[in-house]
């Protein structure tokens, strides 16, 4: 009798609704294949952590790659969403426009949960090639797209200089996902690195190769 009250008491974290167990995998999932990497990374460990049984995961996801990938959507597409949304709505410059897009990518590349997928994605597609093209269909693919559109748009209504804005895209996210990499690889034994100042510097220098009159002075925001 009395263990019986005691299960009732205190149930165990698996036992929670439904509702919020993908989400505890999803975030579990997150920190353990960026703290050991894909190929280290345990579904029973991602279990533990969420406070489930490894059964639990199957529940929801058939292996560890339809995991990753549920992973990787869930923290890339509400950024996809928020550009697309940016794009419609907006009604200033497209150099307004372009930044805040960056700053999209920025904000999720910084963020401690998720700014180790960058490393993650370029530790292990070489390996798993299978990743690498998921990842460059059904995420790079749309984030380039959206960042040109931005950038034809700047293009056409003069405020762009007429360049390749395919190349111009990809330039664009480069220095966010070396600085996604650079926190989890140099910085633990390197100098402090203020990196909104390292953001806005990337900004103004993208700024002006771009603009055809005197950028704004993203440096000094």
């Known amino acids: ?37 894909y190929e280290s990374a345990r579904l029973e460990d991602i279990a533990k952590r969420a406070g489930c049984t490894k059964g639990t995961i199957f529940l929801y996801y058939e292996s560890k790659e339809e995991l990753f990938k549920a992973v990787v959507r869930d923290v890339m597409l509400p950024l996809l969403k928020d550009s697309e949304q940016a794009i419609e709505q907006h009604n200033g410059s497209c150099s307004e426009l372009l930044e805040r897009l960056l700053r999209f990518r920025w904000d999720r590349a910084t ?21 690498a093209r998921f990842y460059y269909n059904e995420i790079h693919v749309q984030s380039q797209a959206l960042i040109r559109r931005v950038l034809d748009r700047g293009v056409e209504r003069g405020e762009f200089r007429p360049l390749d804005t395919t190349s111009v895209a990809r330039i664009a996210i480069a220095p966010i996902v070396f600085a996604s990499i650079w926190r989890h690889s140099f910085a633990p034994v390197s100098p402090n690195v203020d990196s909104e100042a390292y953001f806005k510097t990337t900004v103004d220098i993208l700024m002006h190769g771009i603009t055809t009159g005197p950028p704004p002075d993203h440096a000094q925001r």
């Open 111 to 131: 963020a401690s949960r998720v700014s180790g997928l960058a490393k993650l994605l370029f530790a292990e597609t070489e390996h798993y090639p299978e990743l």
């Open 1 to 37: 009798m009395q263990a019986g009250i005691s299960e009732t008491r205190n149930p165990p974290r698996w036992r929670r609704r439904k509702e919020s167990r993908p989400g505890e995998i999803l975030g579990a999932a997150l920190e353990t294949f960026t703290e050991r990497g």
